[in-house]
């Protein structure tokens, strides 16, 4: 009888699974285009509450830099 409850489980957690997908509640992805003078802790003090070096983690981490230099026009996805 276990054995039954857990193969159950097991095809309705597939089945979840599978037909599971995103919602889309999150909204449309929003970008910053740097200026002049900005720096990644500009940008996470002011997008970001709390710690800004969080916020540059997230920056750099979302938008794949190599480091913290980035130059004015370039846009940076805010994650």
Known sequence: MFVRILILAAVVLVAWAVVARDSG???????????????????AEQYFAGDPREGVWLLEERNDLPGAVIVPGQRLVLP
């Open 25 to 43: 509640a999150g909204g449309p992805e929003r970008t910053v285009t740097v200026r002049a003078g900005d720096t990644l802790w500009s940008i």
